[in-house]
């Protein structure tokens, strides 16, 4: 594949410089254009962790995916400009404080032309726009969230805050650079078992300047500056028509009526 039709997917059209202000532009052109979905789960159509898959997806069946795969066909992307890409493994926040297992989310670190390290992340749903530094840990305010990153020098940690909340951590990692392959077990986890919430919902999430639309089982949300308002759906010809209006998705299969009837 080549990187053109990657561009031409995202409506990126500016400089291809492995620069600082690229990767921003390349990092937000995404997340307005690739929803974050998990649609072929409970289609029950497997998702295999290989390149040529993923840019399939992504880019000519101009689908979304989860984390594996957005960060997954991103990083090809960026790889294929000059960017020097790490896959990096993180573990989820859960409620009770504690943390998801190794590799259940993947995220990048992006290195510039000018030497400084990114964090990026088109996969992780309602999360930011712009990437963060890794080589100065500063505060990012985007979208009525303010993002940052700590460290003890070992592992980092994701927080973000909205005026009236206080700092929560989104989740945890280290720098240590993985291969695309060792993703494969998490992303069959949540592919099969009963404990994924993906298999437990129909989810379609897509960034907007202004925050983020997402169709969720029989809901639609429309989340501006962190706060949300939500619609009830009829059933699944307006799950379709909203799937194709508002995240241009058009999918060829049919949920059974079980699954329907399930709340998916």
Known sequence: ?????????????????????????????????VPFENLDI???RPIVLEADRLLHKVVELRRGGFCYELNGAFAWLLRSLGFDVKMLSARVARKDGSFSPEFDHMALEVRDAAGDCWLADVGFGDCFLDPLSLSRLIDSPQLGWTYRLITDEIAYWLQRKSNESDWATQYQFTRTPHQLEEFAPMCHFHQTS???SFTQRRLCSLARSDGRITLENRRFITTRNAIKTETGIAGEEEFRRLLLERFAVTLDWRMADSELSSGL
């Open 1 to 33: 594949m080549q990187p053109e039709l990657y561009l031409d997917r995202i409506g990126y059209k500016g400089h291809r410089e492995p620069t600082a202000g690229v990767l921003r532009d390349l990092h937000r052109a995404h997340m307005l254009s």
């Open 42 to 44: 409970p289609a029950k």
């Open 194 to 196: 009963a404990e994924s």
